[in-house]
């Protein structure tokens, strides 16, 4: 025992036994907690995304939820679409989910070990306690703890365990557990403190792996923080950083919103229109040419839309792949496609109606009303697949050319889709080779699903106590929409648009333009409700009479836009009574703000006046109240009396400043 405690005293051996007492401070089953609240910010949310999209494809969401209605018999193909790449394995089979899943998978089954290092064993990190270390009964005789100590000392003597600094610290604990129950100083500091070395300070770190600190590790752990911290830390921010900053509004991109500006102009024709959206930057890597025989496909395909197409402005082969690519889809020439060139087209497609909302945005912007029409008519005929010189009966199920040809014969013949509605059902042709199933196809999207509108308006001031506007009034244009064919209670259902592959909600564009072609407001409402109701602010004109042109135009049908004329008379607001102020509201204005009275506060009264002096040598100076002075600053501020001395302590004070 003498010879083990001279070891101890040892100078080398206390600065190793040092070293070693703080290696002990970075605890394994501390950082397995610290690992485990870690892992689970990831695990938890990852695990009720992925239940929940497992959820969704088997059997959680109805065909109503995807958009994979069916109505009419011609959107069937497109609802069973849908539904299998909504539902089922194809829900799960992506790229994205398949990673996440694999990634909460192994971090589940780490979470799940490093419960089970917690559950058995003791940790590091526990209350001193000599028995346990000396592996010895609680109030064990004198005897037994030298024989065990003798034991310990000898099995993790630092001489037999050369270069094993767990050997060094368990060494230096069986010995400190010795001391606690032999010494009897050390003993009273355990029984009251819990530490043979008495009262300790409170410490706390973060939990590491004891194998950090080990030198046999350190080039490893340098190695491993350079690549975490200077590699992999500022990759992944720059990645995310790169990526959102690249768009802007409706997740459309920054470089998209500045193709629009380039290309869309005051006289930008609808023809054109397809080629503008081929070039956004949301289509420029996927429409890419990856391959000769793409190439050769592309060639094929114009061929068969050329007549159709407006001479393209950019020969660049991505605007002319989708251009291509948009015109097969408005001609409704899309049964020739390869696969991969039918995918580029949907994709297209799925991003269309945000990009052409963008279209617009930029048009508002530019102050163009034609313009924007245009785009909002060009978002009609993508829904529909449609083009300038088709009819708007193309929209019914299971109409061609053919049908529309034979239904457009005859001098009372309907001209718009509209008219066709009108008209008895006896009179209607274009249907003689149709089943009754088509034709009761048919009749429901006339009937039903055709929204059958009216449109009112109203303009007035709010709060005003009669119907007259006054220049520079805040006038509203209240518009209201009526959807005579939706029952009370009801909403409007998707759109029916059998060859457009994604669901699209029905909604209404609200435009107020001058006659000069300027826009005044346009918005995109959503309401599914029988009436809708919208209104339009802004700043009655000078006095004279105007008229607005206000079109209501759907986002996704052809032939039922609305267009009427409002008219504004503005009066001259000079013969409106003049507004009494209340005498009370009056004397507020002669009251001193709350600086002006701190201010104030802090003048001292000048002892002299000049005026006084010049008027009444003998007539004591009174003591002018705050209120006074004040009203004499102002006067002398508004009459511009500007004085030298004044004008210098305000330089000075500018000087100093």
């Not at 037999?160 to 010795?178: I, L, Q, R």
């Amino acid at each position: 025992i003498l010879n083990v405690t001279n070891h101890i005293s040892s100078i080398e051996r206390r600065n190793e036994a040092k070293e070693t007492r703080e290696m002990l401070q970075y605890d394994n089953k501390a950082f397995a907690f610290f690992a485990l609240s870690t892992i689970s910010f990831y695990i938890l949310p990852s695990w009720y995304r992925i239940i929940t999209t497992f959820y969704r494809a088997f059997g959680g969401l109805s065909d109503k939820d995807v958009g994979a209605v069916v109505r009419t018999s011609a959107e069937s193909r497109k609802a069973a679409t849908l539904k299998k790449e909504t539902k089922g394995v194809s829900a799960i089979s992506n790229t994205p989910f398949l990673i996440n899943l694999g990634f909460t998978i192994f971090f589940t089954l780490l979470f799940v070990w490093l419960v089970m290092q917690v559950a058995g064993g003791e940790g590091e990190l526990n209350s001193f306690d000599p028995f346990s270390i000396l592996e010895i009964d609680h109030g064990a005789d004198m005897k037994v703890i030298k024989k065990s100590f003798r034991e310990k000392s000898l099995l993790y003597h630092p001489d037999k365990n050369p270069n094993n600094p767990a050997a060094e610290a368990k060494f230096m604990m069986v010995a400190k557990a010795y001391e606690a129950l032999t010494d009897e100083t050390a003993k009273e500091n355990y029984e009251k403190y819990g530490n043979p070395d008495g009262k300790q300070s409170l410490e706390v770190s973060i939990g590491l792996p004891a194998f950090l600190l080990e030198t046999q590790n350190q080039n490893m752990v340098l190695i491993f923080y350079l690549i975490v911290m200077v590699g992999l830390v500022p990759f992944c921010v720059w990645t995310y950083y790169s990526s959102s900053s690249k768009f802007g509004e409706k997740d459309v991109m920054y470089d998209t919103y500045s193709w629009f500006h380039h290309t869309l102009g005051e006289n930008t024709l609808m023809k054109s229109l397809p080629e503008f959206l081929a070039g956004a930057a949301e289509f420029r890597k996927r429409n890419s040419p990856k391959s000769s025989k793409e190439k050769e496909q592309i060639g094929a395909l114009m061929t068969k839309v050329r007549g159709n197409m407006q001479k393209p402005k950019y020969n660049h082969p991505v605007c002319i792949k989708g251009n291509v690519l948009l015109h097969s889809h408005l001609l409704r020439k899309t049964d020739g496609l390869s696969a991969d060139l039918a995918e580029d087209l949907k994709f297209m497609l799925k991003h269309s109606t945000a990009l052409v909302d963008a279209m617009i945005s930029v048009c508002q912007h530019q102050d163009n009303l034609k313009t924007a029409i245009t785009c909002i008519e060009f978002g009609q005929y993508i829904t529909q697949a449609c083009w300038v010189r088709d009819s708007s009966l193309l929209q019914l199920p299971h109409f061609t050319e053919d049908e529309v040809k034979h239904a457009l014969k005859g001098k009372t013949a309907p001209k718009t889709i509209t008219d066709y509605r009108d008209t008895p059902d006896a009179s209607k042709r274009g249907m003689a080779t149709f089943t009754d199933e088509q034709k009761d196809d048919v009749s429901l999207v006339l009937d039903k699903l055709l929204p059958d509108i009216k449109v009112d308006t109203k303009v007035f001031v709010d709060d005003d106590e009669d119907a007259k506007v006054y220049e520079g009034d805040l006038c509203t244009i209240g518009v209201q929409i009526t959807r005579n064919n939706l029952e009370k209670g009801n909403q409007a259902g998707l759109v029916h648009a059998p060859l457009f592959p994604y669901p699209k909600a029905e909604a209404w564009w609200i435009i107020l333009g001058t006659k000069e072609g300027k826009i005044i407001s346009i918005e995109k409402i959503g309401d599914p409700g029988k009436i809708v109701k919208h209104t339009i602010k802004f700043l009655a004109p000078k006095v004279g009479t105007y008229e607005f042109d206000l079109f209501v135009k759907s986002n996704a049908y052809l032939g039922l836009d609305q267009e009427t004329t409002v008219s504004l008379t503005t009066l001259d607001n000079s013969t409106l009574p003049e507004y009494e102020i209340h005498p009370d509201d009056a004397e507020l204005d002669d009251e001193p703000t709350l600086f002006e009275e701190i201010l104030n506060a802090n003048v001292e009264p000048d002892s002299d006046s000049d005026d006084d002096d010049d008027d009444d040598d003998d007539e004591p100076v009174a003591s002018s109240t705050a209120k006074n002075a004040l009203l004499k600053a102002r006067k002398a501020a508004a009459a511009g009396d500007d004085d030298d001395s004044d004008d210098d302590e305000v330089e000075e004070v500018y000087t100093d400043k």
